[in-house]
Nanobody, 125 residues
Framework: QVQLIESGGGLVQTGASLRLSCSAS????????MGWFRQAPGKDREFVAT????????RYANSLKGRFTISRDNVKNIMYLQMNNLQPEDTAVYYC??????????????????WGQGTQVTVSS
């Protein structure tokens, strides 16, 4: 069974950086559209960023542009989310997701059919 495993979360102070990783257990990873979503306590899951299969196109939530960078390594089967200048409002569980039957960037959570277990990011003020 294909799995996505996130890592890299933690507790940091305001202004710090973190890099999240999402490792896929299947080499067909390179053909999937991928995305990051997050869910804060008491809130709905929201789109963070997406990257197409070739790592050529990316899209971000408007509020996160300039601070977050999504990328992927199709040789290592890993996707990354570099998060800079973290703020308390970035506190959430971050999920990576795969749209195994899509190749383009997608910001709709319903288009993703495979999800990781999530990694907690906590930003203290």
């Amino acid at each position: 069974q294909v799995q996505l495993i996130e890592s890299g979360g933690g507790l940091v102070q305001t202004g710090a950086s973190l890099r999240l990783s999402c490792s896929a257990s299947d080499s067909t990873f390179r053909t999937w559209a991928m995305g990051w979503f997050r869910q804060a306590p008491g809130k709905d899951r929201e789109f963070v960023a997406t990257v197409n299969w070739r790592n050529a196109n990316t899209r971000y939530a408007n509020s996160l542009k300039g601070r977050f960078t999504i990328s992927r390594d199709n040789v290592k089967n890993i996707m990354y989310l570099q998060m800079n200048n973290l703020q308390p409002e970035d506190t959430a569980v971050y999920y990576c997701a795969a749209a195994q039957y899509e190749t383009r960037t997608i910001d709709r959570s319903g288009a993703y059919n495979l999800w990781g277990q999530g990694t907690q990011v906590t930003v203290s003020s």
